[in-house]
C-alpha cells in the first residue's frame, strides 16, 4: 500500500469518491469533477493505494490559520469496506499528523461519531485525545 497526494481532479477519482463516500455518510452528495478540482487545488486529499493502483482510502488534510496560530485539521477519512481493518485508516492517519507536523501546527483535529468504534480506538490508539469542548453545528436552509 502507498500513500499519496491527489495532484489533480479526474473523473476517474470523482466515480472512486462517489463509491466510497456512501461508506462514510448517506447524507452527503459526492463532489462534482469541478467541485473536486477545488479540493484538489486548495486542500491536501491523501489517497490510499494498494498494490493493484486502486484506491483503498482516502483522507482530506487541511491547514488554517486564525488569530491564535495555525491549526490542522482531518476530515472525511474513509476506507472501502473491503479493506478495513488492514492498517489503511492508520497510514492516512498517521500520513495527516506528519504533515501537520511538518507544517508546525498548534494542534491537529478531527471528529468521528461514536457508533465508529474502530475508528475512535485507532484515533485514541495514535494519541489524539477528546476535547472538553461542545461542538456545536449550524446548517443553513
Known amino acids: ?45 491523501l489517497l490510499a493505494r494498494g498494490d493493484d493502483g486502486r484506491v483503498l482510502g482516502t483522507l482530506t488534510f487541511v491547514l488554517y490559520r486564525v488569530s491564535s496560530g495555525l491549526k490542522g485539521r482531518i476530515e472525511d477519512v474513509i476506507v472501502d469496506e473491503s479493506a478495513r481493518g488492514q492498517g489503511v485508516g492508520e497510514a492516512l492517519v498517521r500520513e495527516g499528523m506528519r504533515r501537520a507536523n511538518e507544517a508546525g ?25 477528546r476535547k472538553p469542548t461542545n461542538v456545536y453545528v449550524w446548517w443553513p436552509r
Open 1 to 45: 500500500m502507498t500513500i499519496e497526494q491527489a495532484t489533480e481532479a479526474t473523473p476517474e477519482l470523482v466515480d472512486t469518491i462517489s463509491g466510497l463516500l456512501p461508506q462514510l455518510t448517506e447524507a452527503r452528495t459526492p463532489p462534482t469533477l469541478e467541485q473536486l478540482q477545488e479540493v484538489v487545488a486548495g486542500q491536501t486529499l
Open 105 to 129: 501546527v498548534l494542534m491537529l483535529e478531527l471528529t468521528s461519531m461514536p457508533y465508529r468504534q474502530a475508528a475512535n480506538r485507532l484515533y485514541r490508539r495514535l494519541g489524539f485525545v
